[in-house]
């Protein structure tokens, strides 16, 4: 008799981790918080809440492009060159002013997403060819433009107003990013839930077959995912260059990792149609907060990204013994 009711406890409990990961992720984050403050006592200030919500909101931006792109079973390995051609954009085309700037950057993003989107949605490419193809191309095209009197040579002055939004304060401990960052949420938050294309990105994640027997155009919705993960991918980089003061070719290469664990840690499957952002809020903090005490304990970053890669892969393992889903093949 005890085993009978032990087994539907289990999957009780396997159902609530799948469903509310935001309970147990909140309670890491407390304690990962805690503990960092033993090692750095200045992150239990008002400035260092703020460097940590500073510093987590570009890659929570980062890595909301890889829960959309997650969530269908994808994944975008181009979003950091994504991020750094259009940082490096925004800032050649300073002289020309914030709105023409601003808006090169974010074209930018829309036609790597384009790209992206027919070559993954249209032609069917598997989106971690198409995205690692795209990463290598984009760098190419850096590389070449920053060489001699290249598109991209002069000036690389950032834009006061990106400055201000991604570096300045709001109020207190409050970070004037975090406001872009909370509008951002809001948006994927209800998005995903409340609208049609968001219960389709869910539905192909978890069943391309039925989606298709159903009259769902996956392409659609495979282009629209990839247009908006490039787009995110964008913005990120104009974060990342407004709090570092400069940007590089290179400049956003570490928070690949970073930014796909950070989905990871919050629940959203490698295989697709479960998590949300929700939990990828609370990963990208986690993570923040993680770095923050490794630069206490004097880690190298090539330490850093093996923990990152420990992180991705045990999750991934511990996801797939909990909930008992397997990939297609």
Do not use: H
Not at 24 to 36: I, N, P, W
Not at 65 to 86: E, H, P, R, Y
Not at 154 to 169: F, H
Not at 206 to 228: E, H, K, S, T
């Amino acid at each position: 008799m005890s085993a009978v009711t032990a087994e539907p406890a289990v999957r009780d409990w396997r159902q609530t981790l799948v469903e509310r990961p935001a309970i147990a992720l909140t309670g890491v984050l407390v304690v990962l918080y805690l503990v960092t403050a033993t090692q750095a006592p200045g992150m239990l200030t008002l400035n260092g809440v703020r460097s940590t919500l500073l510093l987590a909101c570009p890659l929570a931006v980062l890595a909301a492009s890889q829960t959309l792109c997650m969530l269908t079973g994808g994944i975008d390995l181009s979003t950091v060159m994504t991020a750094n051609f259009a940082a490096y954009v925004a800032a050649n085309q300073s002289g020309r002013g914030p709105v023409v700037a601003l808006g090169l950057a974010l074209l930018v993003g829309a036609a790597v997403g384009t790209v992206n989107g027919i070559g993954v949605g249209v032609f069917k490419v598997n989106p971690l060819i198409m995205t690692l193809g795209m990463a290598s191309v984009l760098l190419g095209v850096v590389t070449v433009g920053l060489v001699g009197d290249g598109f991209l040579s002069g000036s690389t002055r950032l834009l006061p107003v990106l400055r201000t939004v991604a570096s300045g304060t709001l109020i207190g401990p409050i970070p004037n990013n975090l406001v872009v960052w909370a509008l951002l949420a809001a948006a994927l938050i209800f998005g995903l839930a409340r609208t049609g294309l968001g219960r389709c990105i869910y539905a192909v994640g978890d069943n391309p077959v039925a989606c298709r027997l159903a009259g769902v155009r996956i392409w659609q919705v495979l282009f629209a995912v990839y247009l908006m993960s490039a787009l995110l991918a964008a913005l990120a980089g104009l974060l990342f260059s407004g709090i570092s003061g400069s940007v590089g070719p290179d400049q956003t290469n570490a928070y690949l990792l970073p930014s796909v664990a950070a989905a990871v840690i919050g629940g959203t499957s490698i295989l697709g149609g479960v998590g949300g952002y929700t939990g990828t809020i609370l990963g990208a903090l986690i993570l923040t907060v993680l770095t923050r005490l490794l630069l206490a304990l004097d880690t190298t970053e090539a330490f850093r990204q093996i923990l990152y890669g420990l992180i991705v892969l045990a999750l991934a393992w511990v996801y797939v013994r909990v909930t008992g889903q397997r990939g297609s093949g």
